[in-house]
């Protein structure tokens, strides 16, 4: 079982920059994948990040070129570095990762509850 707490919402200005972070604790064999979601009102959850347990990252196109997502492995820890933020960028961001959670290969998707992010003068 892993839970996911999100940290690092808030409120910017367009243009500024926000750094995101998830950490995941619990009982696991291993973190794998790990992403980066938001959600506006009345839109549809869409991904905005993603990493692999490789390192292999992927952006959605409305946010690559000025995001960075990174992950540190010894604090079971993912981050998103977004820069140049705009109000397009306003939503409650997630937290996702597959995680095995047992010796016997059982793999299993996770959500944080969501940090609140919101550009605006």
């Known amino acids: 079982q892993v839970q996911l707490v999100e940290s690092g919402g808030g409120l910017v200005q367009p243009g500024g920059s926000l750094r995101l972070s998830c950490a995941a604790s619990?009982?696991?064999?291993?973190?794998?994948?790990m992403g980066w979601y938001r959600q506006a009102p009345g839109n549809q959850r869409e991904l905005v990040a993603a990493?692999?347990?490789?390192?292999?990252?992927n952006y959605a196109d409305s946010v690559k070129g000025r995001s960075t997502i990174s992950r540190d492995y010894a604090k079971n820890t993912v981050y998103l570095q977004m820069n140049s933020l705009q109000p397009e960028d306003t939503a409650v961001y997630y937290c996702s990762s597959n995680a095995m959670v047992d010796v016997w290969g059982t793999k299993r998707d996770y959500w944080g509850q969501g940090t609140q992010v919101t550009v605006s003068s």
């Open positions: 619990g009982s696991f064999v291993r973190i794998n994948d």
């Open positions: 990493i692999s347990a490789g390192g292999i990252t």
